[in-house]
């Protein structure tokens, strides 16, 4: 046992002298610049390509470089990360002009679509029931750095309303509109490996590690008008939360 643990202990401090080469080959590299083909720097430090990936992928996260599927790997230019708490919802254009980056909307899928059990029950309708998804890229710094999709009843906002005016952000378009009047979102979020679909769009490998916020937005009436999935690229992206102090709820009797 003790030998495993050593042995632990080791391939842990190779992985980190490792990164900390790639770290200075980044830093030394100008920015928008690729790097050495994975072959070549996986021999020059000494490594198999695959322990060369899995280093790779937390600077992919920091937003350091990017990777690209047949092209190769190129250093990113260092950018603003828009960081937010979660007590207040808002919009990304809405966080990103606290901080004057600039984002603007990519690719983006609008589609009718009809309610499966999954989506009957996260928006407590009926199995059947016309909705409307809505798909698209964020784009900051010119790289897609969010994958947003929203699915809401076609009664709440029929697709033909998108057409025109809108930039990307479902929850925006509603409050400008003015209704239905919003109340709260209830959400969750968690890290969750990059599906090929997302993987494309956000022109990251298939597996990467996203930030994915999954949320349901009420009415004031209760009614839940909108199910979101938000995957955002943790190197552009930081979240916090600030909690009150509880009371003991069974205090221990001296």
């Known amino acids: 046992m003790q ?6 202990v080791d391939e842990g401090r190779l992985f980190q002298r490792l990164q900390a080469h790639l770290a200075g080959i980044i830093e030394a590299t100008p920015p ?3 790097l050495m083909a994975e072959p070549d720097l996986a ?3 000494g490594v198999s390509r695959a322990t060369l990936r899995e280093a790779m992928r937390s600077f992919e ?8 599927q047949g092209v190769g790997t190129f250093v990113v230019e260092r950018k603003k990360v828009i960081e937010t708490g ?4 808002e919009s ?20 009718k679509v009809t309610a499966n059990e999954k989506e009957a ?5 009926e199995v059947g029931t016309n909705l409307v998804e809505v798909k698209r890229v964020i784009r900051a710094e010119n790289r897609p750095v969010a994958f947003l999709i929203d699915v809401l009843p076609e009664h709440v906002l029929p697709a033909a309303e998108l057409e025109n005016g809108f930039t990307g952000s479902v ?25 090929p679909e997302i993987a494309r769009y956000l022109q990251i490998q298939r597996g990467d590690v996203l930030f994915m916020i999954e949320a349901q937005l009420f009415d004031v009436d209760d009614n839940i008008v909108d199910h979101s999935f938000s995957y955002f690229l943790p190197g552009y992206f930081r979240f916090h939360i600030t909690r009150r102090v509880g009371n003991l709820s069974n205090p221990i009797e001296e």
Do not use: H, W, Y
């Open 43 to 45: 021999k020059k430090l």
């Open 121 to 125: 029950e996260a928006l407590k309708v």
């Open 92 to 111: 990304l254009e809405t966080m990103s002009r606290k901080i004057g980056l600039n984002v603007t909307m990519g690719d983006v899928r609008i589609s």
């Open 32 to 34: 928008g610049e690729r």
């Open 3 to 8: 030998k495993r643990d050593e042995q632990i």
């Open 61 to 68: 996260g920091q937003g350091l470089i990017r990777r690209r």
């Open 171 to 195: 929850l925006d378009f509603l409050l400008k509109r003015g209704s239905p009047a919003l109340s709260e979102s209830s959400t969750e979020l968690q890290a969750v490996a990059a599906l």
């Open 86 to 89: 979660l007590e207040v919802l």
